[in-house]
């Protein structure tokens, strides 16, 4: 076996890997629309990838593993804003807290007023979206639109004193129908709107929705996504 040779093919690839990263936002920035932030999901690769992005001005990341994101946290510059994008399982909340921008994934009452009080503890306020749930897949995570609805008007959010909502969060069904996609991106952005729109709820800085990743973010852009969500078409494929 010949394993120099083997080494110097792998860091040959990463080399081609890596200045793609840099030409592969700027074409994403050429093509997003003004006012709409572009989400640089970095779970499953390696910081030099991240650095890579970070040298070609790229400021926020998406996490999906705590234990992950914290790792991450000091191999790069102090002004990263660290978005969480996971799942996030309660006993993983206090670790959390006081390290992100932004938790885009909170798909539970019970999660919120988790953060909420171990924000409370910890002397911060954190920032969160609320994660819908539209898609037809019965695996993912989050509230229902109605579940959604409800929590709002009934004013269940008033007992939060250290969590601030800033918006909501979705994902279309993983399908190629992209009329399917379009009436997800449509439904998630309504539910917002509509909970925005509320004059009597009498929320302030709810004005973010988070919805569109690498084969979907154009038809969110359309449907009113102001936070797209983007791996792949960054970093390449991740390796699990
Ligand atoms: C992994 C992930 C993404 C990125 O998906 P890509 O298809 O790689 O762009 C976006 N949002 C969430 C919630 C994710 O878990």
Redesign the pocket.
Known sequence: MCIPCVSITLRAQNLTAMSDIASRLEQLRSEVPEGVEIVA?S?FHPVEALREAYDAGQRIF?E?RVQELLAKIPEMPADVRWHF??HLQTNKVKALIGHTALIE?VDSEKLLDLIDAESRKAGVTTNVLMQLHVAREETKFGFTPVELMEYFLERRFEKLTNTHICGVMG?ASNTDDMERVRADFHLIYDVFDSIRHNETLGLRGFDKVSMG???DWRIAVEEGSDLI?????IFGERQY
């Open positions: 999901v779970k998406g999906s994008i996971g994934s994902m990743m690498s084969g969500r983007i791996g792949t078409f």
